[in-house]
Nanobody, 127 residues
Framework: QVQLVESGGGSVQAGGSLRLSCAAS????????MGWFRQAPGKEREGVAG????????YYVDSVKGRFTISLDNAKNTLYLQMNSLKPEDTAMYYC????????????????????WGQGTQVTVSS
């Protein structure tokens, strides 16, 4: 069973940085990709960044390109999201997620394509 535990959230001022971590257990060679998502109050959950487990190719939603970096340490089974130049509109609960084993990852970051979710970590950016 896949278990995901996020950490690293907090409160920062605009322009600041945070690094989120996601400790993953139960993720095997059959997991093709992982992703980061966020959900602000009153809004739908949206994909932020994704990464292919083999090869390391990454993809991002336009609003975070150039500011956020997703990475994966396979030896530590840990997914990261480095967030720089944070803006108030980045304020949200952030979740990491993984698809079902052997599911093909399309390169998009749609919540419906992911089956396993962490409990989330809150990021608050003040102006």
């Amino acid at each position: 069973q896949v278990q995901l535990v996020e950490s690293g959230g907090g409160s920062v001022q605009a322009g600041g940085s945070l690094r989120l971590s996601c400790a993953a257990s139960g993720v095997t060679y059959s997991t093709n990709c992982m992703g980061w998502f966020r959900q602000a109050p009153g809004k739908e959950r949206e994909g932020v960044a994704g990464i292919y487990v083999r090869g390391g190719s990454t993809y991002y939603v336009d609003s975070v390109k150039g500011r956020f970096t997703i990475s994966l340490d396979n030896a530590k089974n840990t997914l990261y999201l480095q967030m720089n130049s944070l803006k108030p509109e980045d304020t949200a609960m952030y979740y990491c997620a993984a698809p079902l084993p052997w599911d093909i990852c399309s390169g998009s970051i749609k919540p419906a394509d992911f089956a396993y979710w962490g409990q989330g970590t809150q990021v608050t950016v003040s102006s």
